[in-house]
C-alpha cells in the first residue's frame, strides 16, 4: 500500500465515521501521528524512555520525548515503575549491595579494556572471545590518538599480504585481508 492510499483511505473513514476535534472541525490524520500515537502509548504503558527511542529510530532521545504526548514527569514516573516490576520479577541477589571486591573488579574491568590502538567495548563479566585480534574486531573502538599506530599496523599488513602472495601463502591472505579490512576502517591518519 501507497502512502497516499493509506492517507486518502483513512481520510474517507474518518469522514464516515463523523469523528471532530475539540472545535467541531472534521479530524485530520497525517501519518506521522502514527509515530506520535505508537511512542505515546508505549512510555505510558511502560517502555523505556531509551528502548523507544531505538524503536523509532532516533539519534536524540530528545526529538523522542517531543514524539509523545506526555510530560516528563510523567515518563519518570512510568520508567520508575517499570525498574520496580523488573527488580521484583529479577532474583533479589541481583540487586544486593557489592562486595569491595566485586566493586574492584567491576572498574578494574574499564582499565584492562584499554588497549595500543583504542578500546574495548565487551560488556562487563564477558571476556575476549576474539582471541585479542582487536583491529580486526568490531568491538574495537579507535583511539584518533592512535592513527599513527594504526597506520603502521595497516601497513605491515599490505606488506604482510604482499610477502604471502609472493611465497604462495594463500591460506594466509584472506585472514590478512579481514584485518586490513578492519584497519582501513579505522580513522587514517
Ligand atoms: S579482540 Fe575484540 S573483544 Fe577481544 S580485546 Fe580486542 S577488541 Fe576486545
Given at each position: 500500500?501507497s502512502?497516499?492510499l493509506?492517507?486518502?483511505?483513512l481520510?474517507?473513514v ?5 469523528l471532530?476535534?475539540s472545535?467541531?472541525?472534521?479530524l485530520?490524520?497525517a501519518l506521522h501521528?502514527?509515530?506520535r500515537?505508537l ?12 528502548i523507544a ?12 520525548m517531543?514524539?509523545?504526548?506526555v510530560?516528563p514527569?510523567?515518563?519518570i514516573e ?9 527488580r ?11 562486595t569491595?571486591a566485586?566493586w574492584?573488579?567491576?572498574l ?9 590502538v583504542?578500546?574495548c567495548a ?13 583491529v ?5 573502538r579507535p ?18 599480504i604482499?610477502e ?9 591472505v584472506?585472514g ?14
Amino acid at each position: 500500500m501507497s502512502g497516499e492510499l493509506i492517507r486518502r483511505t483513512l481520510g474517507e473513514v474518518l469522514a464516515f465515521i463523523g469523528l471532530t476535534d475539540s472545535v467541531g472541525q472534521p479530524l485530520a490524520f497525517a501519518l506521522h501521528d502514527f509515530r506520535r500515537m505508537l511512542i505515546t502509548d508505549a512510555v505510558r504503558t511502560g517502555l523505556p524512555p531509551h528502548i523507544a527511542q531505538a524503536i523509532a529510530g532516533h539519534a536524540d532521545i530528545n526529538t523522542t520525548m517531543g514524539h509523545h504526548a506526555v510530560y516528563p514527569a510523567e515518563t519518570i514516573e512510568v520508567h520508575r515503575a517499570f525498574i520496580s516490576r523488573r527488580r521484583a520479577l529479577r532474583p533479589a541477589e541481583e540487586y544486593r549491595t557489592p562486595t569491595d571486591a566485586e566493586w574492584e573488579d567491576f572498574l578494574g574491568h574499564f582499565e584492562r579494556r584499554e588497549l595500543s590502538v583504542g578500546t574495548c567495548a565487551r560488556a562487563y563479566g564477558t571476556t575476549c572471545i576474539h582471541e585479542h585480534a582487536c583491529v580486526r574486531c568490531s568491538l574495537l573502538r579507535p583511539d584518533p590518538a592512535q592513527r599513527a599506530r594504526l597506520a603502521e599496523v595497516r601497513d605491515n599488513l599490505i606488506a604482510r599480504i604482499a610477502e604471502a602472495e609472493t611465497e604462495g601463502w594463500l591460506g594466509e591472505v584472506d585472514g590478512l585481508q579481514v584485518s586490513l579490512a578492519g584497519a582501513g576502517e579505522a580513522p587514517s591518519a
